[in-house]
């Protein structure tokens, strides 16, 4: 499938990994999901947060080195990875072809500064000012001021949505013709703009089997994704679900999924009258066959997020032939403007329980899921790999280049 070019070498810093005290989300699945097509044609390296208990070993195929401090304090590993990445990169940056590194505004690298090595940065999601209703104000105000701040030193991008790139690098979205664009929906975008600078949207992808599945229909309205109360609007999801309750008992509601705030998450459920918290299953991480069971036997999948950017676990469900319900964000338009499900307002718990009843008793559910599978049906992991892998050897070849520019003229 690869056409035959150099072995790269590539260090990735990806500060979430499989086994992670921590859990891991979209991030690191989207590393492995891509690499797991890449590993037999290059040697990757992937320079990961230390956890309690993390040891350097091979993973998958995959290199895994451990930087930073063993605690169970997100904050202080968080840091303590920044400066030992840092430094890891500055003594072994020459061990190295390329260097990408995953963008948050939680983890101050400034890593370009500190290499010559053509260094991209990844960019899964923009939170803007969201942050001030999820932190205290000071380390909100941090995180909001990183976010846009750190990208402006940067030349070379991966991005994952064009709707990010217009949030945080509106003045550099322009067409370049190479490498040639992923086809459907514009999400495979890619821009370059000033000497030197190049930005690449490739988005997320899905498993090839899930487009083969036959779906089917039991007695629950699935979420599936990361327990992050806030930003998935989990919160929402409950108090809806209390409301569709009423007219729907024998309907149930399934959640899958797991993260930091499991535990609130479970207190909130609490509060909820004894029938009605019943009638709610808490699966946990789900994966492999029993994560396609678990969506193929779902009515429909709900997404209720307060902010998103291109949730894997949306295109998944679409792939499976599930009609869904989304929040009216931005980064779930294209579901409303190619009818493959309905939304409802941010934040309204009412709303949402009144698409729950327009989807479950809509017989256009099974058309809604095939157009659904249809938009992702050329987004499968092999493809979004290949694309990967030719904007790095594109990064590599110009890094190459204006190497040999400036050796000549120093001779």
């Known amino acids: 499938m690869f056409r035959e070019r150099q072995k790269m070498k590539i260090l990735h810093l990806l500060?979430?990994?499989?086994?992670?005290?921590?859990?891991?989300?979209?991030?690191?699945?989207?590393?492995?999901?891509?690499?797991?097509?890449?590993?037999?044609?290059?040697d990757i390296t992937l320079l990961c947060k230390k956890y309690p208990g993390a040891q350097n070993k091979e993973i998958e195929g995959l290199r895994h080195i451990f930087v930073g401090t063993e605690s169970k304090s997100l904050t202080k590993t968080l840091l303590s990875y920044a400066y030992q990445a840092v430094m890891f990169v500055k003594r072994h940056a020459d061990e190295f072809d390329i260097i990408i590194e995953e963008f948050s505004p939680a983890i101050p690298t400034f890593l370009h500064a500190f290499t010559k090595k053509p260094v991209i940065l990844q960019v899964q999601g923009y939170t803007g000012t969201l942050y001030f209703k999820k932190y205290n104000p000071a380390y909100a105000l941090m995180l909001y001021i990183m976010e846009h701040l750190r990208p402006r030193f940067y030349k070379k991008f991966i991005f994952i949505?064009?709707?990010?790139?217009?949030?945080?690098?509106?003045?550099?979205?322009?067409?370049?013709?190479?490498?040639?664009?992923?086809?459907g929906g514009g999400r495979?975008?890619?821009?370059?703009?000033?000497?030197g600078k190049s930005i690449a949207v490739i988005p997320n992808g899905v498993s090839p089997e899930l487009l083969d599945?036959?779906?089917?229909?039991?007695?629950?309205?699935?979420?599936?994704?990361?327990?992050?109360?806030?930003?998935?609007?989990l919160d929402i999801l409950i108090k809806a679900y209390r409301e569709f309750y009423k007219s729907f008992p024998d309907i149930r509601l399934v959640i899958a999924g797991d993260g930091r705030d499991m535990e609130a998450f479970k207190a909130e459920i609490m509060t909820l009258p004894d029938h009605v918290r019943k009638n709610i299953e808490l699966l946990g991480w789900v994966s492999g066959d029993k994560k396609v069971e678990v969506i193929n036997r779902a009515l429909c999948v709900v997404f209720p997020s307060r902010h998103e950017v291109q949730s894997i676990a949306l295109s998944e469900a679409r792939a499976c032939g599930k009609a869904v319900i989304v929040s009216d964000i931005t980064e779930?338009?294209?579901?409303?403007?190619?009818?493959?499900?309905?939304?409802?307002?941010?934040?309204?718990?009412i709303s949402l329980a009144k698409s729950m009843t327009n989807l479950v008793t809509n017989n256009e559910r099974k058309e809604m899921g095939q157009r659904g599978r249809d938009l992702v049906k050329d987004y499968t992991w092999d493809k979004i790999a290949l694309k990967y892998q030719e904007f790095l050897y594109r990064v590599l070849e110009r890094y190459k280049y204006l190497n040999q520019i400036i050796i000549s003229n120093a001779e």
């Open 188 to 195: 495979g975008l890619d821009a370059s703009s000033g000497v």
């Open 161 to 183: 949505s064009a709707e990010t790139v217009k949030k945080l690098l509106p003045e550099n979205l322009s067409p370049s013709p190479s490498p040639p664009p992923v086809k």
């Open 332 to 349: 779930f338009s294209e579901v409303i403007q190619k009818r493959a499900g309905i939304y409802f307002k941010k934040e309204e718990a």
């Open 213 to 233: 599945t036959q779906p089917s229909e039991g007695d629950y309205i699935l979420y599936i994704g990361r327990i992050d109360i806030y930003g998935k609007g």
């Open 15 to 42: 500060y979430e990994s499989k086994g992670d005290y921590f859990g891991i989300g979209g991030v690191g699945f989207r590393a492995y999901e891509i690499y797991k097509h890449l590993r037999d044609r290059h």
